[in-house]
């Protein structure tokens, strides 16, 4: 199976700040990866699939880098709504998600 | 715009069959591949599994023991069965839908529904 590890686990930034949340799979996916934004009660949303392309309709404040296995979400410039929980999700072999990372607005 | 909505029971029996369907409006089943995720109360998301239009299935090998995933005889609606659940079944449960043009990622979700595992 592979493994997905995301860190960190959480994190508090400001608005305007550059946040960056890492996910290491255990063996190459490629580039076989996606992240989503899950708020409190609600589904999650698709932001970013194959690594580094943007879901239509999402901000451009959002964008994804990497492959094989190490990979990355940056947030540009935080703002309130962007308060969430990520997860990302390897689609190489199996689907598996990362544990999740809670960012919070300082 | 793609809607998916689950609906069943919201309670269920240790060792009994936990059954869900999930409707689909605003496209049609073919090209797409549908599946079902869930989420443990204040935990993160699992994949159960998934089928494709014509009917091929895939299961995560923790369940697959346990699971079916069918078409419905309605032609926008698929199903989930989870055989001989335990408390650890406890969860929401989203449909979803997978993108074969964007290498079967998730794309769409339903809204969840809770399913809870008790006598």
């Known amino acids: 199976d592979v493994q997905m590890t995301q860190s960190p686990s959480t994190l508090s930034a400001s608005v305007g700040d550059r946040v960056t949340i890492t996910c290491r799979a255990s063996?190459?996916?490629?580039?076989?990866l996606g992240w989503y934004q899950q708020k409190p009660g609600k589904a999650p949303k698709l932001l970013i699939y194959?690594?580094?392309n943007l879901e239509s309709g999402v901000p451009s404040r959002f964008s994804g880098s990497g492959s094989g296995t190490e990979f990355t979400l940056t947030i540009s410039s935080l703002q309130p709504d962007d308060s969430a929980t990520y997860y990302c999700?390897?689609?190489?072999?199996?689907?598996?998600f990362g544990q999740g990372t809670k960012v919070e607005i300082k | 715009q793609v809607q998916l909505q689950e609906s069943g029971p919201g309670l269920v029996k240790p060792s009994e069959t936990l059954s869900l369907i999930c409707t689909v409006s605003?496209?049609?089943?073919?090209?797409?591949?549908w599946s079902w995720v869930r989420q443990p109360p204040g935990k993160g998301l699992e994949w159960i599994g998934h089928?494709?239009?014509?009917?091929?299935?895939n299961y995560n090998p923790s369940v697959k023991s346990r699971v079916t995933i069918s078409l419905g005889t309605s032609k926008n609606q698929f199903s989930l069965k989870l055989t001989s659940v335990t408390a650890a079944d406890t969860a929401v449960y989203y449909c979803?839908?997978?993108?074969?043009?964007?290498?079967?990622?998730?794309?769409?979700w339903g809204q969840g529904t809770l399913v809870t595992v008790s006598s």
């Open positions: 979803a839908r997978l993108r074969p043009s964007s290498g079967l990622i998730i794309d769409y």
């Open positions: 194959r690594a580094s």
């Open positions: 605003g496209d049609s089943i073919s090209p797409y591949y």
């Open positions: 089928i494709s239009y014509n009917g091929i299935t």
């Open positions: 063996q190459s996916i490629s580039s076989w």
């Open positions: 999700q390897q689609y190489n072999s199996g689907w598996t």
